[in-house]
């Protein structure tokens, strides 16, 4: 199982990035997929979640800012992040749950909201 996650880099406050989840090895389409992220110093928190059938979740803190979806046809999952602030600044994971309840996590990448 591979989840390769791209996407990440340097945007200044208000900006927005899109990162992307491509996963390989799993049935993608009955996975429930999810971003999380690590800032120093702090536990692994989630972001956000999309099941199988397209219902999300969003922490708090990015509601109405971030967006997840998926495209089962090229096993991705994405997570469009508007009005950034710097305490987005954080390593951003993705990870698979797969209909048997098996969790996988993919490489972070590295995003970083600052001036």
């Known amino acids: 199982v591979q989840l390769q996650a791209s996407g990440g880099g340097l945007v200044q406050p208000g900006g927005s990035l899109r990162l992307s989840c491509a996963a390989s090895?799993?049935?993608?389409?009955?996975?429930?997929m999810g971003w999380y992220r690590q800032a120093p110093g702090k536990q692994r928190e989630l972001v956000a979640t999309?099941?199988?059938?397209?219902?999300?979740n969003y922490a708090e803190s990015v509601k109405s800012r971030f967006s997840i979806s998926r495209d089962n046809a090229k096993n991705t999952v994405y997570l469009q992040m508007n009005s950034l602030k710097p305490e987005d600044t954080a390593v951003y994971y993705c990870?698979?749950?797969?209909?048997?309840?098996?969790?996988?996590w993919g490489q972070g990448t590295q995003v970083t909201v600052s001036s």
């Open positions: 999309i099941s199988s059938g397209g219902t999300t």
């Open positions: 090895g799993i049935i993608f389409s009955s996975a429930t």
């Open positions: 990870k698979g749950v797969t209909s048997t309840f098996r969790g996988y």
